[in-house]
């Protein structure tokens, strides 16, 4: 492919992902201006490796730029955060049917933004990963799974702890207003 | 159902992840189930509470265009001036360094805390067979034609799987998909016995040994595990133990015909 060609190709299929890019790496780094640079980054990464996009395994654009979006952003954290990660390996050692689910029933979680984001922002790593890409971006099991290189059965575990944890969160938040 | 399988399938039914007849046993489930319909109804409740404020982060307005001018614009690329204070080439090398440090750091810390490899495996196996009962999560290749499946796993295994179809056994192939055991791409072969699946997973094994067979029993499911031909394998089915162990001998009695003519790693 020409430059040119490639090049608009390449801003045709994946500028319009430019939001959902950012929005992840807001996520995971926790702040803007890191966010903004590995979007940088990963368009560039994506740019770069634009030839293999077809026919490996991940066919559909954004969840191919989100998984570059997501290395970039982990490969940061591993060097400005690696705190963050190491919590974050603890986690796989629970399974869903190990913690105890409170079983009262809310109506409503009447909780305003700044209450959500902090609730979000606590959660480890992989569970505000997995949270992200499923409530906020609806990609598919298969497509998290795939992305992240682990067993189906790890994301849902992951997205079963992590609904558990931020209702707790929020409940604790709302009792304490 | 029960109450245990049903827990553990709920986020999924929650996430529309179930295939049809799953789905209706969970919802058979739920309908008597006072616990599991409590964590249905909070699972909406934090579902409509995410919704209702935006938590999306929208891309800052000028972002675009940084990135538009930041991109190579020929075929032939000169090194793009990307933000150099943050990244410089020997940051990214330390970075790589780095990452590998902790990775493997991370990885040993791990397999210490671990009760043993081998457990952890055969859970990961498992939880991919029932997770493959999902709603389209079965077969990626839909093909009982072993000559249709072998080749569709070109260019995304850096190995070929053994795929013989037994159908005149009893155990028709019905297709194959990728999965990811052991920190690694894998094949999976999915046969069908009866009713009941079979899954098969393959990788290359690091020893290049042949090894005896290891059986396992979880929550109702047969593990035969087995290396030969420079592959691990894991058959893992809710079939009886004896179907499941006749099925892995017609394999093995199948494999070494295939496998007569290794084929060049790639």
Sequence with gaps: ?177 | MTHEESRSLLDAYFDGELDLVRSLDVERHVAECSTCTAILRNRQALRNALKAESLYFAAPSGLKMRLRSSLPSGAITSTPALSPRRFPLQWSILAAALLIFVLGAALFARSQSLPSAQTQLSGDVLASHLRSLMANHLADVVSTDQHTVKPWFDGKLDFSPPVVDLASDGFPLIGGRLDYLDNRAVAALVYQRNKHVINVFVWPSQSGESGASTRLEQQGYTLLSWSEAGMNFWAVSDVSSADLSQFVQLLQAAIPSLTATPEPTR
């Design chain 1, 1 to 177: 492919m020409l430059g040119q060609d490639k090049r608009s190709y390449f801003e045709q299929l994946m500028l319009p992902h430019l939001d959902a890019a950012y929005n992840l790496a807001r996520w995971l780094t926790g702040n803007a201006q890191d966010a903004e640079d590995m979007v940088q980054e990963a368009y560039l990464r994506a740019f770069k490796s634009f030839g293999t996009f077809h026919g490996n395994g991940i066919n559909d654009s954004r969840a191919w730029l989100l998984t570059i979006v997501r290395n970039t952003c982990y490969t940061w954290l591993h060097r400005n955060q690696p705190e963050n990660l190491a919590a974050s390996f603890d986690e796989e050692l629970y399974t869903v049917a190990d913690e105890a689910e409170n079983s009262e029933t809310l109506l409503s979680l009447e909780a305003d933004l700044d209450m959500l984001r902090q609730a979000v922002g606590e959660l480890p790593l992989e569970l505000r990963e997995a949270i992200i890409l499923r409530e906020l971006e609806g990609l598919s099991y298969k497509e998290m799974a795939q992305m992240a290189r682990v067993p189906l059965g790890t994301i849902m575990s992951r997205l079963a702890r992590a609904r558990r944890r931020l209702q707790q969160s929020l409940e604790k938040r709302l009792i304490g207003e």
